[in-house]
């Protein structure tokens, strides 16, 4: 079964950067694929980035030029590199992993940016 394990979120004035961390486990032979997604309050959850097994890459129009996924050789930890956040990028974000059969959801971890 995979597991997935966010970290890396916190509290930052906007135009500053975090980075944050999904750590894979269990079943990676069998993902097609790893996303990002965040839910802001009162709205669902959206794609923000995306990595294929073959590192192709699919952002959000709102976050391109900003954000940047990658992952590790062995695919057991994908990034997300947010540069220059903005307020609306308040969220939880949230990393998916895609197989044939399923997606599995971390739990989560909170992003919050300032004025």
């Known amino acids: 079964q995979v597991q997935l394990v966010e970290s890396g979120g916190g509290l930052v004035q906007a135009g500053e950067s975090l980075r944050l961390s999904c750590a894979v486990s269990?079943?990676?032979?069998?993902?097609?694929?790893v996303g990002w997604y965040r839910r802001a309050p009162g709205n669902r959850r959206d794609l923000v980035a995306f990595i294929t097994y073959v590192n192709t890459t699919i952002y959000a129009d709102s976050v391109k030029g900003r954000f940047i996924i990658s992952s590790t050789n062995d695919k057991n930890t994908v990034f997300l590199q947010m540069n220059s956040l903005k307020v609306e990028d308040t969220a939880v974000y949230y990393c998916g992993a895609d197989t044939s059969e399923s997606r599995y959801w971390g739990q989560g971890t909170q992003v919050t940016v300032s004025t």
């Open positions: 269990g079943g990676i032979f069998s993902i097609n694929a």
